[in-house]
């Protein structure tokens, strides 16, 4: 086909309120309840095949951790082996493929979420994950839609970027797929993340490996399918559910290993990194390794705040679904001259939260994820009760027996690098230092360093000066910088996102800087008129 084709530009996808009277709200409630009543069965996706390794695993409600949703099965050494085959069988004919016919099948995928496999997505989100309607139709369907066709329009504008040519000269780029294959590791947050983490590589003309977190297989399976059924060829996405000793610690000895496509804890991230770097004379090329991983992020409150904006961002962006966001607010520093006022405010609109079921559409938060998950938080809170420098002002409570509910908790601390203020949680715990009111810089300074991270942040000030002595202190603690808006929901296209230091690679999801990352680029000279005389001007006598 002799055109230049323009991918037609995005909007990011209108969000449903799900409100009272709605046909969506009735529609979504309808899929859950056909979800609940059934239980399905989860295969491995390799070149096109369902596999089926009889290493069975369940999918359960987090609110109600009895009810099995289903089950999947879980890869080891041998269906890697089968999927790295796959994957590399795919890449001959899948990194020719015409960039456009690759847009086409992942356009096709967008609108399928939008339209028919919205109300599924988002279900099984919400049942497999323990997410509000909003909360999952922010992310499962809308985010996950932006960013499959942000990455087709960010893909189609890096191709249109071309070198000058002189005269008797034509300079072109190629922007090649990385030669091996991409090994996607997703986590259980956001569906999202899930589908992105995969699709945004394959786009660019990689094969890729996907282990979905464990806790989230669910809702991957549903992707999965919808990938497939938009015409993805069989092996450019290889759908590889498992345990990392099994899946991913094989994956990443294999000399074809061309990059990491990554969000998840430090920890874990860190330990891949080491395992890469110990393997680095064994593969093919460098590979790439893009990750996003924890934050311990803070909210900074200036004398000059409106603490009632203070408190919505609070309670937003502190449990809305559970605090496990890597962007979810984490510390709050408050001035000693507001302290009284903010604290009473917070309390009397955090007791209206209510906490449930998601079937149940007035409760505003849910259950955290798993037992791992439940423990680990409550640990937080034990230690916050026994410890001298700290106070629970609300919350505090948890209970296992039905669902992993814990209740939305408020510590305030005297000590600022108390452990609540500089670890990471990944629950619905707020904590607050109360700093003196005319420390304001210095506090700035203490939060610039308390953590080890550097996701998410923000400032609440009407004072100008103050916001901008903020964004001067602060300017390295954070990849995405909010002024009087709470630091979570960054949106495709709007505010890219990522973080650095021990926040990951700040290679931006949401943004073209990700996906030039999945390409390996070959500029090519090609001389119009060559030389037939290897003799220069200079070296003529006279």
């Excluded at 084709?5 to 990011?12: D, E, G, R």
């Excluded at 359960?60 to 289903?70: E, M, N, Y």
């Excluded at 520093?333 to 939260?353: A, C, G, H, M």
């Excluded at 305030?412 to 990944?426: A, C, D, G, Q, S």
Aim: hydrophobic share 35%; with cysteine; proline share 6%.
């Amino acid at each position: 086909m002799n055109s230049i084709v323009k991918v037609p530009l995005p909007k990011n996808e209108p969000l449903n309120s799900y409100a009272p009277g709605t046909p969506q709200r009735e529609s979504l409630k309808e899929k859950m309840k056909e979800m609940l009543d059934q239980e399905i069965e989860i295969p491995l996706l390799i070149g096109g095949k369902e596999v089926k390794t009889g290493d069975l695993a369940d999918c359960r409600c987090p609110h109600d951790h009895k009810h099995l949703l289903g089950k999947y099965h879980k890869a080891g050494p041998k269906e890697i082996e089968m999927a790295v085959k796959a994957a590399k069988e795919a890449w001959k004919e899948w990194s020719e493929m015409d960039w456009l016919d690759r847009a086409s099948i992942f356009q096709r995928a967008a609108e399928f979420l939008s339209k028919r496999y919205r109300d599924t997505i988002n279900a099984a989100t919400m049942l497999g994950q323990s997410k509000t309607a909003h909360q999952a139709e922010i992310d499962s369907a809308c985010e996950l839609i932006d960013f499959v066709r942000f990455n087709l329009h960010y893909m189609s504008h890096i191709f249109s970027q071309q070198p000058s040519s002189p005269t008797g000269i034509w300079n072109y780029v190629d922007y090649r797929p990385l030669e091996g294959f991409i090994f996607a590791v997703s986590p259980f947050n956001f569906t999202s993340i899930a589908g992105n983490l995969p699709s945004a590589p394959a786009m660019m003309g990689n094969t890729v490996l996907w282990k979905p977190a464990s806790s989230a297989v669910f809702s991957a399976y549903y992707i999965a399918q919808v990938f497939k059924e938009a015409g993805l060829p069989d092996g450019v996405i290889n759908f590889v559910p498992g345990s990392g000793r099994y899946v991913g610690d094989p994956i990443l000895e294999k000399p074809d290993l061309a990059g990491v496509h990554f969000t998840g804890s430090t920890s874990v991230f860190q330990s891949m990194w080491k395992t890469i770097g110990d393997n680095i004379k064994n593969y093919w090329t460098y590979p790439r390794i893009v990750g996003e991983t924890g934050g311990k992020n803070y909210v900074f409150v200036h004398p000059s705040a409106d603490l009632d904006e203070v408190v919505t961002a609070v309670i937003r962006g502190a449990y809305e679904y559970q605090g496990q966001k890597c962007s979810a607010v984490s510390r709050l520093y408050v001035p000693s001259n507001r302290w009284e006022t903010f604290k009473q405010k917070l309390l009397d609109e955090i007791k209206t939260v209510k906490m449930g079921d998601p079937m149940d559409f007035t409760n505003f938060v849910n259950a955290v994820i798993d037992k791992g998950a439940f423990d680990s938080i409550t640990e937080f809170i034990d230690y916050a009760k026994e410890s001298n420098e700290s106070e629970i002002i609300h919350g505090g409570n948890y209970d296992d027996s039905k669902g992993y509910f814990i209740e939305p908790t408020v510590v305030k601390v005297t000590n600022p690098r108390h452990k609540l203020m500089e670890e990471e949680i990944f629950g619905p715990v707020l904590t607050i230092y109360v700093y003196p009111e005319d420390e304001f810089k210095e506090t700035l300074e203490l939060c610039n360093k308390t953590s080890p991270y550097g996701l998410t942040g923000a400032i609440y000030a009407t004072d100008r000066k103050a916001i901008a002595e903020a964004g001067k202190a602060l300017r390295h603690s954070a990849g995405n910088f909010y002024i009087n808006d709470k630091p979570t929901g960054a949106v495709v296209n709007q505010q890219p996102f990522g973080g650095a230091r021990a926040s990951g690679t700040n290679d931006k999801a949401g943004s073209f800087l990700n996906l030039v990352r999945w390409i390996s680029t070959r500029a090519i000279k090609e001389n119009l008129n060559p030389p037939k005389n290897y003799r220069y001007p200079f070296m003529e006598e006279k």
